[in-house]
């Protein structure tokens, strides 16, 4: 049975209260490299797959904000189980955020709002969604991708392989990046999103055995298919790299919220180990936890400030520099605390099966995730020398 929640509030004290069962399970899911199904069920029962549902059709009507607090709770218990549930925010916050006088600016005809009214009442109702986006060789650079779609007398046909497309196999529908097949060779990609149910015409390859976030089950997913016009996210072709460049929260930021609570996580495991062992009074050990409390803490700001912007003016060019700056100094931010906080509580916690040693591998992810460190900080970079962030690189970023 699925509950409702009545307001973000209620969402946040949900994931508080499943964060401590997730941490207990979370050694097992890891060493196994399992998808975490129990996780999933207790969020389904929760009502948190609904989490991003707006208060008209039933939902807690959550705000990016309120996302990013209920993404830290959970990460605190398993950063994968966090990471897994950020995908299926990132479809569903997506479609409920993007305002309705932009999306009829692109020219989406009228059939698309009840198509995205049922997505999110799916949701709602429990139905789980992951992304597939990324592909071998070209990461998550969408101008780059192979995945390809023609158009069919009903609707399109999609072909190709993705990677790192957490939660395949479990989740019961795909938001698929592809491009137009029918494409000049030296035009401009036109890039899409399909919302793909699982089922025939996609098979998952296992091929998930990573250094961290192994419970994600990020296996190769393939797709040979043929959908219905509704499949097409928007009604209209050609919107994916557009909305990457203007709205790059969902891209971007959504993960920031998912490594400061990895990186919480990492403190507390490591002050829980030193304590048992007398080690929390000497002062190079204080200083090590003080550093990284500081430094969780101003992620965590930063987090909130770009949340807080993407609320208040999505899209507007200061928003999208703390989006960016915000996965930045989270995903280094928790790179860095992990490995301090290891060293600080020495050999016996690098142990397989310790917490602390599991939350290092995670924590090490935060940073390579798209955008990775490097390319967020070109981003800024740019944008604080007074160029176009988005058309200023050697390398077209989405």
């Known amino acids: 049975m699925t509950d409702t929640l009545a307001d973000p509030a209620a969402a946040v004290a949900a994931a508080r209260a499943l964060a401590p069962e997730f941490a207990a399970r979370a050694a097992k899911h890891d060493e196994r490299g399992e998808f975490p199904a129990a996780d999933f069920a207790d969020l389904r029962a929760a009502g948190l797959l609904g989490l991003m549902v707006p208060a008209r059709l039933g939902g807690p009507g959550a705000t990016f904000a309120d996302y990013t607090e209920v993404a830290s709770e959970l990460a605190a218990g398993a950063g994968a189980t966090a990471l897994v549930f950020n995908m299926h925010a990132s479809v569903t916050g997506a479609l409920a955020h993007t305002p309705d006088e932009l999306i009829r600016a692109f020219g989406v005809p009228d059939s698309f709002f009840a198509a995205r009214d049922k997505v999110l009442t799916d949701a709602l109702a429990g139905r789980l969604y992951g992304v597939a986006m990324s592909e071998r060789g070209v ?216 917490p602390l040693e599991r939350l290092y591998r995670d924590a090490r992810c935060g940073a390579l995730q798209p955008a990775t460190s490097d390319v967020c900080a070109d981003w800024l970079g740019a944008a604080a020398a007074g160029g176009d962030p988005d058309a200023d690189a050697a390398v077209p970023r989405w």
Do not use: C
């Open 139 to 354: 990461g998550s650079r969408l101008s780059a991708i192979t995945t390809s779609y023609t158009r069919t007398d009903d609707g399109f046909h999609i072909s190709g392989s993705k990677a790192f497309v957490s939660g395949a196999g479990h989740v019961d529908g795909y938001l698929v990046a592809a491009r137009a097949a029918a494409t000049a060779p030296d035009a401009a990609p036109v890039v899409s999103h399909f919302l793909i149910p699982a089922g025939d015409g996609v098979k998952v390859e296992p091929t998930w055995d990573s250094l961290g976030m192994r419970a994600t089950g990020s296996h190769d997913v393939h797709f040979d298919v043929t959908v219905g016009p509704d499949a097409l996210l928007g009604g209209v072709e050609g919107l994916a790299l557009l909305l990457a460049q203007v709205m790059p929260q969902w891209l971007v930021a959504s993960y920031a919220a998912v490594y400061v609570g990895v990186a919480q996580a990492a403190i507390d495991a490591a002050a829980a180990h030193l304590r048992g062992r007398g080690l929390h009074t000497l002062p190079a050990v204080r200083a090590r936890i003080g550093r990284a409390d500081a430094t969780v803490a101003a992620a965590r700001l930063a987090v909130a400030e770009a949340a807080r912007r993407v609320d208040r003016a999505p899209g507007e060019p200061d928003t999208n520099r703390w989006v960016w700056r915000a996965k930045l100094l989270a995903g280094d931010a928790a790179a860095t605390v992990a490995s301090s906080m290891l060293e600080a509580a020495g050999t016996s916690a690098s142990r397989r099966g310790h």
